[in-house]
């Protein structure tokens, strides 16, 4: 059985829904658990040993025929969940009009703004609007691929494309997990694994994954200011796999709502320049490139959130401790200098170089400015380096 694990404890989350005060706002929620958790029932119940045992002696079309049942049961949980949250991004949107319209009254002392979303928190709202896109592209996605698939005679294409709908649909489900906890009033507890650990170890991963596409969308850009207006279509599709790509990765559900609301809306504007392409579309190609590395550029306040702060304050003071004994005795393990480095990838791009020239075996590891710069990061951190002592 294919089994996916959302990282929330379900039975606890409907125990936290039921301290919200307001009543309508509580049957929102349980409205849209329900639909998770029919969804999560209903892929779970897709016997994958058994699907991957018929691959071995079956066609595509056969295979598809057991696939087809319950991959419909699914999408209909999901067409549901996103009717519930197509419903949340409305009263947003309404209200936010609403909103727009008071504060003009307001300041012109006709009368009071009301309250904002009828006690539904913004944050759930912008990610309802992120989930309904995830869900429709996906499923759009995959049909669309369906025909091609089911035309390659190696059954095994199918299994893995199944494989991985699946599993971007859990990211998606996960996603809207998440948000939901985060709404919840006290909502310590709920996850699986909560702590600081989880939050860390989430933040790491997305700050990994987050620098490596802006690498990528940089390198891109430095291209595509030196490419004709033929070769760009060429730079903006590599773009688009990039965006694609990391969209469909476990980060992905760990960035803020308004940040995947930005980055969705950047790769809709980088398709539809690659669908309506011409050679006239030079420059809004250039711009909507550079746009995407600027966003991406800016995304590097990731490194001030708390646990991140913690833990490259610790990093960064072993990475010190490491290669100062180091250079003072020529026998110590460089491993341990080595693995220190590695835990801040990420935290400062002249590191990110440092360390680069340290692992590159035709030059000279810069032990000394490694060391120079990661003080000149601690202290930035609001952190001191501490002095080593003799041995």
């Known amino acids: 059985m294919l089994k996916i694990s959302v990282g929330i404890d379900l039975d606890n989350l409907y125990s936290g ?11 929102q929620y349980n409205e849209i658990l329900d639909c998770v958790s029919s969804s999560i029932i209903r892929i779970n119940n897709f016997d994958f040993v058994h699907f991957e045992k018929q691959a071995e002696i079956s066609l595509p079309n ?13 999408w209909i949980s999901l067409e549901d969940l996103h009717r519930i949250l197509n419903s949340l991004v409305l ?12 504060e003009k009254i307001t300041s012109q002392n006709i009368g009071k703004p009301k309250t904002l979303l009828d006690g539904i928190p913004t944050q759930l709202c912008e990610t309802a609007w992120v989930v309904c896109y995830s869900i429709t592209r996906e499923i759009e996605s995959f049909q669309k691929r369906l025909p091609a698939i089911l035309k ?35 909502s310590t507890g709920l996850t699986k694994n909560s702590g600081n ?11 990994t994954r987050i620098f490596a596409l802006r690498d990528n969308v940089l390198c891109l850009e430095t291209r595509a200011k030196q490419q ?7 730079i903006l599709q590599d773009v688009g796999r990039l965006i694609d790509d990391f969209e469909n990765t476990p980060a992905f559900e760990w960035m803020r709502a308004g940040d995947k609301q930005s980055i969705i809306e950047q790769h809709r504007a980088i398709e539809e320049l690659m669908t309506f392409w011409s050679p006239m579309r030079y420059q809004p190609s250039l711009r909507a490139i550079s746009l995407l590395a600027r966003f991406l550029e800016a995304l590097e306040v990731i490194n001030y959130r708390e646990c991140l702060m913690n833990h490259d304050r610790t990093a960064l003071q072993k990475v010190i401790d490491n290669l100062e004994n180091f250079s003072k005795s020529p026998g110590y393990d460089i491993a341990k200098s080595m693995a220190a480095l590695a835990d801040i990838q990420g935290c400062d ?3 990110d170089r440092l360390l680069a020239l340290a692992l590159d075996v035709n030059s000279e590891p810069p032990w000394h400015a490694i060391i120079a710069r990661a003080k000149e990061v601690l202290a930035g951190l609001g952190g001191k380096p501490l002095q080593s002592h003799e041995s």
């Open 91 to 102: 009263i947003h949107d309404t209200n936010l009009d609403e909103i727009e319209t008071q």
């Open 62 to 74: 056969e295979l598809w025929q057991y696939a087809e049942g319950t991959l419909s049961k699914v």
């Open 228 to 234: 004709s207006n033929v070769d760009i279509l060429n």
């Open 17 to 27: 829904i039921t301290r919200i005060a307001n009543k309508q706002v509580r049957l």
């Open 152 to 186: 390659i005679d190696d059954s095994w294409e199918l299994v893995g494309a199944v494989q991985e709908h699946f599993g971007h649909l859990q990211n998606a489900i996960t996603a809207l997990l998440n948000g939901l906890v985060r709404c919840l009033p006290g």
């Open 197 to 207: 650990s989880a939050n860390l170890l989430a933040a790491l991963e997305l700050r």
């Open 349 to 351: 791009r002249e590191l």
